[in-house]
């Protein structure tokens, strides 16, 4: 496994759902328990689930219930359902195959083969959705209609790799933001296969500092159902800002990228405008767009391709020489949001040749040159930071957050 894949075992009997769920763990999966079929729903709608054991025969909610709940929504590529069934239940069983189920196993169950059946429906489910899609190249977004499930409500922003809407789950009564895949590129395998994997990466995740991913459609447009965060992006917040502040918003943009990069994944465009600042003050990590998958199999960027935000885009994403591309890019990037925040301007500037070469070879201006305010231990944690050699900067966002706590304290 790539990674760690999240089951969701279904079944009232405390017993069976105890050791199966226990033997899983055992194998590396992510295991979630429901007691009954309530239960199996509600987790369904709040976690990433990868595959659901579900137990046919439960009281109130069965297990037919819950499966023609759930295909409503999420079709048997996308989660893969394997029925337990009681001998003697085969009528139950046929039904739920033409309901959509994947799969079936009987009780008492056999671990080895529902081990062997729960791997072939995960990497079926894998091979779909790494495969090339066929969006309608000629769908419109409109405002006031309908994309899925989902009410579209307003256009939010525009970037290179797509548009954000405020939209509603009628649903779950919610509002939600709604990503979608630009329609110049809906045609592109490599874009559509990153669009992909960056739900399934960040979905993964679960984190105070990192947006919640609910939901994804390839239909009839590629887009990814987000949390709606409310309050402004760092990119529009106004600048110099309070060194105190600078600091509390580093501690959590570094306890977020921890969680990333632990994860395996690079986010490789680190910037202000990726960084939402909610009405509580907490930050939310956005948009994974040019993630890089560390132990992925796919290849995400051509080689020799460097991608990234030209400002806020560290030495080894310009030139290979200096160093692969990894966590520590993203704490370059970091460095760069840091220094922009105390001081309002950004390292380097100019053409992109001159901008290009200034990241590659110059010595930043002093923060405190700019704006004596900044305090000298805070500049030297910027300007780590922002080392030309991957080697000199810190080496994890759990470092450079404990150097932020410190100099807070």
């Not at 045609?187 to 992909?196: I, V």
């Amino acid at each position: 496994m790539s990674e760690r894949e999240l089951l969701l075992v279904v079944d009232d009997n405390p017993d069976n759902r105890e050791v199966l769920g226990r033997r899983l763990e055992r194998k590396g999966y992510q295991v979630l328990l429901a007691e009954d079929g309530k239960k199996a729903l509600e987790l369904v709608d709040n976690h990433p689930v990868d595959l659901i054991l579900l137990d046919i025969m439960m009281p109130e909610v069965s297990g037919l219930d819950v499966l023609r709940t759930v295909r409503y929504n999420k079709p048997a590529h996308e989660l893969p359902i394997i029925m337990v069934s009681a001998v003697g239940e085969s009528d139950m069983v046929v039904e739920a195959l033409n309901m959509g189920a994947n799969d079936y196993v009987t009780k008492p169950v056999d671990f080895p083969v529902t081990l062997a059946r729960i791997q072939s429906q995960l990497a079926r489910r894998r091979d779909q959705q790494l495969a090339p899609l066929a969006p309608d190249p000629t769908f419109e977004v409109t405002v006031g209609g309908m994309l899925g499930p989902y009410k579209i409500d307003e256009k939010l922003g525009e970037g290179g790799f797509g548009s954000v809407y405020r939209g509603f789950d009628p649903r779950l009564q919610r509002p939600v933001a709604i990503k979608v895949i630009a329609r110049e590129i809906v045609t592109d395998d490599e874009a559509l296969k990153r669009f992909m994997l960056e739900a399934r990466a960040v979905a993964k995740l679960q984190h105070p500092n990192v947006t919640s991913i609910y939901d994804l459609g390839t239909t009839p447009t590629a887009y990814i159902v987000m949390e709606l965060v409310r309050g402004e992006t760092l990119e529009d917040v106004a600048k110099p800002m309070d060194p105190a502040e600078v600091g509390r918003i580093g501690v959590q943009v570094c306890d977020a990228l921890a969680v990333v990069h632990e994860a395996g994944i690079v986010h490789r465009d680190l910037k202000p405008a990726n960084l939402m600042l909610d009405e509580a003050g907490t930050i939310h990590l956005m948009d994974f767009g040019l993630a890089k998958l560390a132990d992925s199999a796919v290849k995400l960027t051509q080689s020799g391709y460097a991608m990234g935000t030209p400002t806020h885009m560290a030495p080894e994403q310009i030139d290979e020489t200096v160093g692969k591309s990894d966590g520590r890019t993203d704490l370059y990037a970091m460095g760069v949001i840091l220094y922009e925040l105390l001081t309002g301007e950004l390292p380097f500037v100019g053409g992109m040749h001159a901008l290009l070469t200034g990241i590659l070879t110059k010595k930043p201006v002093p923060p405190r040159s700019i704006n004596p305010n900044v305090p000298e231990s805070l500049e030297a944690i910027c300007l780590k930071a922002l080392a030309k050699k991957p080697d000199e900067r810190y080496q994890t966002a759990q470092e450079l957050g404990d150097c932020l706590r410190n100099w807070q304290t």
